[in-house]
Nanobody
Framework: QVQLVESGGGLVQAGGSLRLSCAASGSIFGINVMGWYRQAPGKQRELVAT???????YYLGAVKGRFTISRDHARNTVYLQMSSLKPEDTAVYYC????????????????WGQGTQVTVSS
């Protein structure tokens, strides 16, 4: 019933931009940290960016200055604005969130989106 739905991936040329969105839906009591991971072929999944309820952010060094994470608390949505994209940004991007639900009680369950493909051509 509670899930994260991602959108916004696609194919762009180097130097272009994409905006990823991830919306949490269902019966949600609260969300703490939301973030984005990515996994390229043959590589481990890596943390790209996170944002807390208070607005504190973290960025992978390789994306600093190019990517911006933000969230809309009213819509339970997190965004990743990606600019000046490089071929090495090509990966499947996954959003995640710590979510309190009726079934989780006082605990935060870690949820993952289905992944969205970002391909940057040279």
């Amino acid at each position: 019933q509670v899930q994260l739905v991602e959108s916004g991936g696609g194919l762009v040329q180097a130097g272009g931009s994409l905006r990823l969105s991830c919306a949490a839906s269902g019966s949600i009591f609260g969300i703490n940290v939301m973030g984005w991971y990515r996994q390229a072929p043959g590589k481990q999944r890596e943390l790209v960016a996170t944002i807390t309820n208070g607005g504190n952010t973290y960025y992978l060094g390789a994306v600093k200055g190019r990517f911006t994470i933000s969230r809309d608390h009213a819509r339970n949505t997190v965004y990743l604005q990606m600019s000046s994209l490089k071929p090495e940004d090509t990966a499947v991007y996954y959003c995640n969130a710590g979510v309190r639900t009726p079934s989780s009680g006082s605990n935060y369950a870690t949820l993952w989106g289905q992944g969205t493909q970002v391909t940057v051509s040279s």
